[in-house]
């Protein structure tokens, strides 16, 4: 009988009377595409790392973008090409693997302010009216293109008189988009 007490009581989980997070459950969906599974390109796309939705956090796929909107190319030229393929709805292959988008349909990436600071993306919706999985997401696909980042940061405003913020994607992002991505201070010139 005390050997029977001592397995179950051996199984290492404690209980407790407060909530305690644990992250997300473990999910059996693989969130990787097969390798036989490529992109389809033409000559004057690349391929661009989008971060989508799947088993609670944020996992890079590449999409064709055209060529002019690749690294160093104009911000807004870059930003409206990884909108577009951010919010596109996952082909199959992508949703059997688990992945899924967050981000708006209709929301649309602009020109800057002339009082707006360096590198500041004006959206047609307020950054903190996105749903966090959708504001990190964004954040993220624009961290991985350098004529997008600024000082370390994505620096987005939206339609309304608020000042633009400096968004980070962190290893922390990546993990729990769920979490309120937290802006970076911006510096004023």
């Not at 999409?63 to 002019?68: A, H, K, L, Q, Y």
């Not at 370390?152 to 939206?158: H, R």
């Not at 994607?169 to 993990?175: D, N, P, R």
């Amino acid at each position: 009988m005390l050997a029977a007490v001592a397995l179950a009581s051996g199984c290492g989980i404690r209980t407790t009377s407060v909530p305690v997070d644990a992250g997300a459950a473990p999910s059996r969906v693989p969130c990787k595409l097969p390798s036989a599974d490529v992109t389809t390109r033409s000559p004057e796309s690349v391929a661009a790392p989008v971060y989508l939705v799947c088993a609670s956090q944020l996992v890079t796929v590449d999409r064709p973008v055209p060529s002019g909107a690749a690294g160093g190319a104009d911000p807004l030229v870059a930003a409206r090409a990884l909108l577009h393929q951010v919010q596109q709805a996952p082909p199959e292959t992508e949703r059997r693997a688990g992945f899924s988008t967050a981000v708006p349909a209709g929301l649309r990436v602009e020109n800057p302010r002339t009082d707006d600071p360096a590198g500041t993306l004006r959206l047609s919706s307020q950054p903190e009216d996105l749903s966090a999985e959708a504001l990190a997401q964004l954040v993220c696909t624009y961290a991985e293109n350098e004529a997008l980042v600024t000082d370390g940061s994505v620096v987005l405003g939206g339609p309304g008189t608020y000042p633009p913020r400096g968004y980070l994607c962190t290893s922390q992002t990546k993990s729990r988009p769920q979490d309120v991505t937290t802006p970076d201070v911006l510096k004023r010139d």
